[in-house]
């Protein structure tokens, strides 16, 4: 077998049980015993519950167990206040309801029917309560409060340490950035521009729903089957709430369809752990893709954009007031306002700041992790008006980008330096791929040259944070045959992380790919991994499966330097074997010597803690950092408003692609996503009630809607601390895309919509009242 | 009341007792233990649950079981002779056509339905084809590589 | 989905009978792509579904040059996309049918049953409405055959009696020469409803619009004809100004609905655009170009 290769396109190892249809996601599981779970929804957006009977429902045939809000609020074993930053939710409503699908009570039965029928059964009584449905509603004074109060945790994620609500309003997190002085800034400037950008709420739509499978044990035990990207996190979650060592619970996850930051923190564990308990017996819970709208959302935003800016296109000074609407519950909403402000100013040396973003409780499906997110809503605002100013001052937008963008060593808002920074070769790379500055774009030629089409291109870039401070630990295990497992946290949900994990340790070790088995994902088993989002699983867990692997090699080393009796400094590794000045040795006949027989285990263990500081003593927001552009090129009709992309090119600075194919499928698949959030998706509310929970009125871009070429294209400024130089892929390259899109629109047709989705009718609208 | 209704599936005798209301998914899936058919969006749009009914792609999740009386059905299960591959496997392996597998078994049975009707298909008739199925990870590039491919070499 | 009892007769008679028989409480059942959502979100539910999927004079597709295209009601919208025949002789419809839904809604769901859902956002209607086609409708007192334009009554509802079931669409043979052209305009996404589609006819004498249709579908309750932009286009020759004009009366005497696919301002200005274009490609094929 041939060695492992870093920059190389392997088969990836989960396809052949993908293809085949054996992959088996949770869903497709059942545990003996098994019942299944029913989840009973609040229709009103805001309501106080007067009373719940549930007597009916224990009646229907089949029904194993029931559970309200009772059961939360007098079990001793349970501590019903939950959530990944304040733990302002709860199992199921205790006071009120806070959102149309809030969670009211569940029911366990023997076919899912029974509990379908129980749930019809079940009485609610409700007081309506008035609502406050946006944004603008919720921070009027004397607004009607989504919480009167909240709790916060203990201790929880180090960057969000010093967020808190603000007491009697429904601002959940303001996050205030600062830097020189505005006035000064704005003083100095010779044009100011201020704009108001908009982006609905959407939603995730993997194609597979959350689902659970819990089993509470008599002694404590709860072992939990989940769809979720962060075991670790639920499974702490889980252990506070249900009062039991962390060591009592055990999640286990499988295959993910789909993540994309909608399965991350407690999702339908808590009250699938609740039934079990209740049922005395395993139960799963699957959503179904409506429930799915009432479970998670991305943040609808506002973002209002003063920038201050020389005659020469040199930006001084931004104002930015960013209003997120983080929905019932906080969910992740105080990470997202505070990545949405450090990203406002952009990409651009800006010395002068005055950002105020602000997650708002609204009595809407809460709002929480979406790839890319705190990015993708200010990325938005700041791209487009980048547009607006390049027009104003006749500068072309690519010079605009290229002369205010980020170089290396540059300080990044905070102060902070950025290293590894590939900005201007991802725009200079989007731009040679769509043709900038020239009417040719190669394109297949298939559009006839029609007056009522025109053409346009447009330009946007990037930067985003990954989470940090974090953890990511790692063990590699050598078997006797020299074969090789890797024990990770990181959960393959697509990305491909599985792969490329192995490819690491191979590199590393000089193992074939074939003889490296990446084991699932259990709590019981891997070491403690924060969370797979963020796009960080490359460069945290790659680097801590990275120095396992040297850890093993340390320990083959001085196994050797025992058993063959030869001084340490005279023994290397190549091509797979352990070198000696007079021989090689392969790794299985190292472990027979060492064990005596075909037997034994060797483990390595590695781990990565980054923290709030790097190693140079600098403050460090962010490990590393992404940098990404986007192009598009698009055709209008001018008639109807309507346009279709016709191409689209995406760079990303990856620092190094270990598995190239696999980096330019994430780079074209979130370029897709990309796509879906700028021409077609929002969630429609009328009065609080989602007008379209399912995929025929939610409208997801399907493969007739791709242009002809995606062009992915990987930039590599290799990072310090990478593993071999990398970076992140998984979310860099969607947030360019609707700002890109929308800078094509203007460029080919002279309108400029600050509103998403850029729907034919605003295009149209726009036209219509630049001709009156 | 159930009716008793026998099919071929994957090449295999079956028989079952099926309500009217029981959907095709639900029969394969649960009665028959063949999981590559995934519920996605349970009407008719995004083709998690395509199956092959007499070669057709049909929603599994909205068809009834006993209207499939008689037919026969191809699962993804039934697409692989053992270790052999269909070259579609083949094929959407090599060109990285799938992410997370979800929409996958949904994309390959269309694909084959699309080139047992047409051996040599068009770009756009591959697009027509292929259009009602989603994909959310953001394959279509790597689908649209890999059916050709295959339909190159037939 | 709630049980039900799924009869299963051989005839259009037996049919008939059993859907009288149990009126109130039963619904006809041929591909369901319509019937099975209704039932999933509990918004219907029947105790009885008459499945005619085994009645064989629904199936099929025939023609002669007298009487046109008799279309059975359970021909499937693929079988219509794919019927040479209908390539042939109005191809129209196959590439109507080309854009309807996804390839396997299209399998399964049928022409009958297309019509019978009184579905607004939908595609063939307006074409065969655009054709002067007729329904052959059975019940259990006998057979009635009414123009398509009669069967819609409002949203989600049609002319039909509870014991009456749709037989078959009967397209009569246009008369030489005749142009149509049919346009379904998407706002979003290519696999999403329509927005409005539109079909013009002209059947001329010389160059002069002897007969026009103008159709319009996705704008109100029921596919209607613009009945005023047909006669300002009829017995006249059509130039790029008459058309845009005839586009602006069939827009203005529509009335459209707000909803997720348009604003009422946006659909009436697409339906200008497509009568439009729809009248300038059905004049040009006409005149054989």
Redesign the interface.
Known sequence: MELTEIGK?Y??L???T????????L??MNVPGMCHGKILRSPYAHARIRKIDASKALNVPGVVAVLTRDDILHDEGIEPYYGPVFKDQTIVAVEKVRHVGDPVAAVAALSVDAAEMALGLIEVDYEELPTVLDVHESLKPNAILVHDSVKLPSSGFADLAEIKPVEGTNICTHFKLNRGDIQKGFAEADHIFEDTFTLPATQ??????HACIASAEPGGRITVWATTQNPFVVRTQLANIFKVPVSKVRIIVP??????GGKVYPKVEPITVALAQKAGRPVRVVL??EEVFYTITKHAAAIRMKTGVKNDGTLIARECEIHLDTGAYAEIGPRVAKKSGYTAAGPYRIPNLKIDSYSVYTNKPPAGAFRGFGVSQSAWAVESQMDIIAAALKIDPLELRKKNGYNEGDKFVTEETLRAVGLKQCLDEVATAIGWGSGETGRDGDTEKKENIRRGKGVACMIKATITPSISSAVVKLNEDASLSIYAGTVE????SETVLAQIAGKELGIPLGNIQVLGVDTDVVPYDLTTSSSRSTFHMGKAVQLAAQDLQRQLKQIVATEYHVPEEKISFADGKVRLPEAQIAYAEVMFKRFGMQGGTLIGEGQVKTSTKDEFGEKSTSAFWFLAAGAAEVEVDV??G?FKLVKYATAVDVGKALNP??C???L??????GIGQA??EEI?YDNGQL??P????Y????????PP??EPICVEVPDRNGPFGAKGIGESSLIPVAPAIANAIYNAVGVRIKDLPI???KI??AL?NRKS | MKKAISLRVNGLERSAEAEPRLTLLDLVREQFGLTGAKLGCDIQVCGACTVLLDGKPVSACSFLAVDADGCEVLTIEGLSDKDKLHPLQDAFMEFGALQCGYCTSGFILTAKALLDEHSHPSEQQIRDYLAGNFCRCGCYQEIMQAVKEVSGKA | MKNFDYLEPSTVAEACALLKERAGDAKVFAGGSHLTILMKQGLYQPKTLVNIKKIPELKGIQFDSTEGFKIGALVTHRELETSALVREKLPVLCEAEREVANIRVRNMGTIGGNLASGEPLTDLSQIFIALDGRLEILGSNGHRTIAVEELFLDFYTTSLAEDEIIARVVLPPLLRPSGIEYIRFSSSSVVDKPCAGVAVRFTLDKEVVQTARVVLGCVGPTPVRARQAEASLTGKKISLELAAAAGKIASQGCSPTDDLRGSEHYKRAIIGTLVKRAALKAYERALGK
């Open positions: 396109s088969r990836r989960d396809y052949q993908k293809v085949t249809g054996r992959a088996q996601y869903a497709d995730h739509s993997f194609l597979e729903t295959y993910l369809g789909g993540g994309y179904s893709r949900m697509g990305q491909g008639d109807t309507k194919l696999g330019r499928q994430q074209a698949g979130a370029a897709i996503t021409m077609f429609a007008i379209n399912n995929l025929v009125d409208v997801l871009p399907s493969l007739g809607d791709m070429v995606i729907k034919a009718e149209y609208l219509e």
